[in-house]
């Protein structure tokens, strides 16, 4: 064992004036000699996956030293061997020449200049930088997660991330109008600067970081906008039968919801009356609910006025309804218009011939009468007082006469005495 243990150490010796010399002269020796074939200098992987080194030499040069060493200048591997306690790196020679170096699962702490050395004269070295790639993330605590802001103030939405390269931030707003789900807002940013922000910007916000290495990672951010309390009445006065039942209805908008009440005068209806009142609170919107108030068989000192009410932090509102007693209207009396009756007599008992005119006497019932001439071509009605006159215009049919003049002018005279008396 003594005698082994003599032998050993100076081979042990020899190695470490060989690194040694690798480790110091190889800056100074690099890129020289023509052992080792012209291979890319960047070799870039994303982390987690592999990464692999390529290193090939000449035939002529297999019997020499090959080492590699990583950027923190260990010696990795000699050949085949692996030197160094990482079992993630391991030498792989898919052909002759090849002596590739492979680091699996790798870290962004493996980054770096790694180099292929042959023992030639002089030194030959190769240089290969490792370029590792980080997927995007997203700092969870130096981000905004639920933001809660008042009305008509601004807002800041704050989304760090890193990676390698570094990535770029973009902004959404989930809405339910875009069918996608969402819309690009502001600009590009680890900042979203929300100014006057109103209720209606309020919801879930999106943030999406990207560096062009997969996957792209995502943040949603909650902005809760708060305001006093809104109140809007359907009517402001209602009416309602007796022994009836009715209901009364408020809309509130408030963030947040608070306290929502109806009152009778200054009184709060009790509620534990469960058979005369009951209270009905349902959701509309995000921030909208309807307040009802459900009055069973009203009686008279039900009527009055009643008021809705509703606070948070923020502030206070109320508005006020009249309830009143709806009584059906009785329509008025129908007035009656007495009618004088007229007899109407025939003075010439048939019709006037050759065109001549006919007379007619109109009787009413207090004796008094009145004769007037009608022409053959003309009909007397009486009726409800009022004698109406139908004109049969028929002077285009009569032979032209010096005649028709006359019958054309009695027959108008005629027409407007009886129509517009």
């Given at each position: 064992?003594?005698?082994?243990?003599?032998t050993?150490?100076?081979?042990?010796?020899?190695?470490?004036?060989?690194?040694?010399?690798v480790?110091?002269?190889?800056?100074?020796?690099?890129?020289?000699?023509e052992?080792?074939?012209?291979?890319?200098?960047n070799?870039?992987?994303?982390?987690?996956?592999?990464?692999?080194?390529?290193?090939?030499?000449?035939?002529?040069?297999?019997?020499?030293?090959?080492?590699?060493?990583?950027?923190?200048?260990?010696?990795?591997?000699?050949?085949?061997?692996?030197?160094?306690?990482?079992?993630?790196?391991?030498?792989?020679?898919?052909?002759?020449?090849?002596?590739?170096?492979?680091i699996?699962?790798?870290?962004?702490?493996?980054?770096?200049?790694?180099?292929?050395?042959?023992n030639?004269?002089?030194?030959?070295?190769?240089?290969?930088?490792?370029?590792?790639?980080?997927?995007?993330?997203?700092?969870?605590?130096?981000?905004?997660?639920?933001?809660?802001v008042?009305?008509?103030?601004?807002?800041?939405l704050?989304?760090?991330?890193?990676?390698?390269?570094?990535?770029?931030?973009?902004?959404?707003?989930?809405?339910?109008?875009?069918?996608?789900?969402?819309?690009?807002?502001?600009?590009?940013?680890?900042?979203?600067?929300?100014?006057?922000?109103?209720?209606?910007?309020?919801?879930?916000?999106?943030?999406?970081?990207?560096?062009?290495?997969?996957?792209?990672?995502?943040?949603?951010?909650?902005?809760?906008?708060?305001?006093?309390?809104?109140?809007?009445?359907?009517?402001?006065?209602?009416?309602?039968?007796?022994?009836?039942?009715?209901?009364?209805?408020?809309?509130?908008?408030?963030?947040?919801?608070?306290?929502?009440?109806?009152?009778?005068?200054?009184?709060?209806?009790?509620?534990?009356?469960?058979?005369?009142?009951?209270?009905?609170?349902?959701?509309?919107?995000?921030?909208?609910?309807?307040?009802?108030?459900?009055?069973?068989?009203?009686?008279?000192?039900?009527?009055?006025?009643?008021?809705?009410?509703?606070?948070?932090?923020?502030?206070?509102?109320?508005?006020?309804?009249?309830?009143?007693?709806?009584?059906?209207p009785?329509?008025?009396?129908?007035?009656?218009?007495?009618?004088?009756?007229?007899?109407?007599?025939?003075?010439?008992?048939?019709?006037?011939?050759?065109?001549?005119?006919?007379?007619?006497?109109?009787?009413?019932?207090?004796?008094?009468?009145?004769?007037?001439?009608?022409?053959?071509?003309?009909?007397?009605?009486?009726?409800?007082?009022?004698?109406?006159?139908?004109?049969?215009?028929?002077?285009?049919?009569?032979?032209?006469?010096?005649?028709?003049?006359?019958?054309?002018?009695?027959?108008?005279?005629?027409?407007?005495?009886?129509?517009?008396?």
């Open positions: 064992m003594l005698l082994r243990a003599k050993t150490l100076p081979i042990c010796g020899i190695w470490l004036m060989y690194f040694s010399c480790f110091f002269c190889g800056q100074a020796l690099s890129d020289m000699g052992a080792i074939e012209d291979i890319p200098i070799v870039t992987v994303a982390e987690g996956k592999t990464a692999i080194l390529p290193c090939r030499v000449d035939d002529t040069y297999d019997d020499q030293m090959i080492v590699w060493m990583n950027p923190k200048r260990i010696v990795v591997s000699h050949k085949e061997s692996r030197y160094i306690n990482d079992p993630r790196m391991s030498i792989e020679r898919p052909f002759m020449g090849d002596y590739n170096l492979h699996r699962s790798v870290k962004y702490e493996d980054r770096g200049d790694y180099m292929c050395t042959i030639t004269r002089p030194v030959t070295i190769k240089r290969i930088r490792l370029i590792v790639q980080v997927p995007s993330r997203i700092l969870d605590y130096s981000s905004s997660n639920i933001v809660t008042r009305e008509r103030s601004d807002v800041e704050v989304c760090n991330a890193t990676g390698v390269p570094p990535p770029t931030i973009t902004w959404y707003r989930r809405t339910d109008e875009n069918p996608q789900g969402r819309e690009r807002v502001g600009n590009e940013g680890e900042v979203l600067v929300i100014r006057n922000i109103s209720r209606y910007c309020g919801g879930i916000y999106e943030c999406m970081a990207f560096n062009g290495v997969p996957p792209a990672v995502q943040r949603q951010i909650e902005v809760k906008v708060q305001f006093k309390p809104e109140i809007r009445l359907l009517n402001k006065r209602m009416g309602q039968y007796l022994d009836k039942e009715t209901m009364l209805e408020c809309i509130i908008t408030a963030s947040p919801q608070g306290s929502n009440v109806w009152r009778f005068g200054n009184v709060q209806p009790d509620m534990k009356e469960g058979w005369k009142y009951h209270l009905e609170v349902f959701e509309d919107s995000k921030y909208t609910v309807s307040l009802t108030l459900r009055i069973k068989n009203v009686r008279p000192e039900d009527f009055g006025i009643y008021t809705c009410e509703a606070a948070n932090q923020l502030g206070h509102a109320k508005k006020d309804m009249e309830l009143y007693e709806y009584i059906v009785t329509p008025p009396p129908v007035t009656t218009v007495a009618t004088t009756p007229y007899r109407v007599q025939d003075n010439d008992g048939g019709n006037g011939q050759d065109g001549r005119l006919e007379t007619v006497t109109l009787f009413s019932p207090n004796g008094e009468s009145a004769q007037i001439h009608k022409s053959s071509d003309t009909q007397i009605l009486g009726q409800f007082g009022t004698a109406n006159v139908r004109i049969s215009n028929t002077c285009s049919t009569i032979i032209a006469t010096k005649n028709l003049f006359i019958y054309c002018i009695l027959s108008y005279i005629l027409y407007v005495v009886f129509v517009t008396s």
